[in-house]
């Protein structure tokens, strides 16, 4: 939907800016996620976190918690962005954020635990659906890509700062310094502007037009972008359907069936128990490790993996970051299941084997961190027509906090049934499954506009790749003059 060439003089620093602030609140989402690591020993089995006793299964409970609260939040907050604006949404999410920390530092019982997680799960789950949205609305489709990958980047990086911080302070200090992060995040974000394909739905074209200068440069001609936004604004009002119809319109079901895909190969590929085993791994390695510095280096494997996944995927593209992502996690989660069925075996078997989980742990995290991690929340803005794309990335928002909670409580089940390399094997196959369905079900989104997007959905492959083909010929020859 949005249109840019190298003739027309467009600036990139500022939406670059607008990006990054949105991701503060997937850095704040990632500290809610992180935060269970540090905490887990200070609180569990009579650790001197609280007051009171906190066992290791209500524990798994407090964990998981946000898992639910997401899951709980997606739907009505994909109202809610088409109502009142993108910008507006996310800052309010800076209250339940403060609510939630509040609650968990100055938490009273394991309920007060339950509830606070809940609650910072909502805001959490919130914001996997608003910020997407706003990067892909913002960014023009050259850099759509690299600005879309800030989301899980900044996750990552907050994960990694939880981890980093809460091996030297305690749990209240911890939680306190994390509670400081969403007010940041909206001192930062109330500077951004609003979504120009939002403003234009609401009719408010002139506000719009600034947006778009403030995002691409008071330089840049405008005109073109803003009619097409009208345009497409146009084109939704006089086919204006309800809810239902325009979910049932095939390019809507196409879309929802890969965006719920990608989810759901995301969640089955076995990340949580590899992220759940990463400190047996590393002490049954032998190598000197410790538990926290194991999390520690599995954070920062995270932050550099996904770091390189902005700078490549505008470049290479989506399909085949997946496709390489997929095949290389499916061998490593392989490798990991030969090693723990061999140890439930005979332990002597694996005496000096303890190089290949490790080694098969770094590389699983390094191409979930390049693939699956950072591209379906990419791809969940880009698929969808705007009149639907609120709820429609809130169906598949959903779905992957569900797969979460759902692969998280059930993980002990499957390993009594299954035994601990079963359960790896269980995630190899079914990642291999994963990468037949981005092969042949998973379009390329690379370069193109969103409205190009909507039309190779709807199957006019000839009118997508000749609109491509047109823009970057007038690119090209704004180079050559």
């Not at 995270?302 to 992502?325: M, N, P, W």
């Not at 790749?465 to 020859?477: C, H, L, R």
Request: proline letters at 4%.
């Amino acid at each position: 939907m949005v249109h840019a060439s190298t003739e027309n003089k467009s600036k990139k620093l500022p939406q670059y800016v607008a990006a990054l602030a949105a991701a503060g609140g997937a850095f704040a989402a990632g500290t809610v996620l992180g935060w269970t690591s540090p905490a887990q020993p200070q609180i569990v089995d009579g650790g001197e976190g609280y007051d009171f006793p906190v066992s290791g299964t209500q524990f798994s409970w407090v964990g998981s918690s946000i898992n639910l609260g997401a899951a709980c939040v997606c739907i009505p907050i994909g109202f809610l962005i088409s109502l009142i604006g993108r910008k507006l949404t996310m800052l309010m999410l800076v209250l339940p954020f403060l609510v939630g920390w509040a609650m968990l530092i100055w938490a009273p019982s394991v309920g007060f635990l339950y509830a606070s997680r809940f609650i910072l799960g909502l805001a959490g789950g919130a914001f996997c659906v608003t910020a997407p949205m706003y990067t892909g609305e913002i960014a023009q489709k050259d850099i759509r890509g690299t600005l879309g990958s800030f989301f899980q980047l900044m996750i990552t990086m907050g994960i990694l700062f939880v981890y980093a911080v809460g091996a030297g302070v305690s749990v209240f200090w911890l939680s306190v310094i994390c509670g400081i992060i969403p007010i940041v995040f909206g001192v930062i974000f109330f500077f951004m502007p609003e979504s120009p394909t939002y403003l234009v739905a609401k009719g408010r074209s002139e506000s719009a037009i600034k947006s778009i200068q403030w995002l691409r440069g008071k330089e840049y001609d405008y005109a073109p972008e803003i009619e097409e936004l009208r345009e497409t604004d146009r084109e939704i009002r006089e086919n204006k359907v309800n809810l239902f119809a325009a979910l049932n319109r095939p390019v809507t079901r196409k879309a929802l069936a890969i965006s719920l895909g990608l989810m759901f190969f995301q969640q089955l590929c076995g990340i949580n128990a590899v992220i759940f085993y990463s400190s047996k791994i590393f002490l049954d390695a032998n190598i000197g490790i410790g538990s926290e510095w194991a999390t520690i280096m599995i954070g920062i494997m995270q932050v550099v993996a996904t770091f390189v996944s902005t700078l490549v995927v505008d470049k290479l593209g989506r399909r085949i970051l997946l496709l390489a992502s997929g095949s290389v996690m499916a061998l490593s989660t392989t490798a990991i299941g030969v090693y723990f069925f061999l140890q439930d075996q005979d332990q002597s078997k694996v005496d000096d084997l303890g190089w290949l989980p490790v080694a098969s742990l770094c590389i699983f995290i390094l191409m979930f961190s390049i693939g699956y991690g950072p591209v379906p929340w990419l791809m969940m803005g880009e698929l969808f027509a705007t009149d639907i794309k609120g709820f429609a990335g809130s169906i598949a928002g959903t779905s992957n906090w569900l797969l979460a909670f759902v692969v998280t409580k059930t993980f002990d089940d499957l390993n009594d049934a299954l035994g601990n390399g079963g359960t790896f094997w269980l995630f190899a196959g079914l990642t291999v499954l994963g990468v037949f369905f981005v092969f042949f079900a998973v379009p390329e989104t690379k370069g193109k506009s969103l409205n190009e997007i909507q039309q190779e959905l709807a199957g006019n492959r000839t009118i997508a790749t000749t609109t491509t083909t047109a823009t970057t010929t007038q690119a090209v020859n704004g180079q050559e003059k």
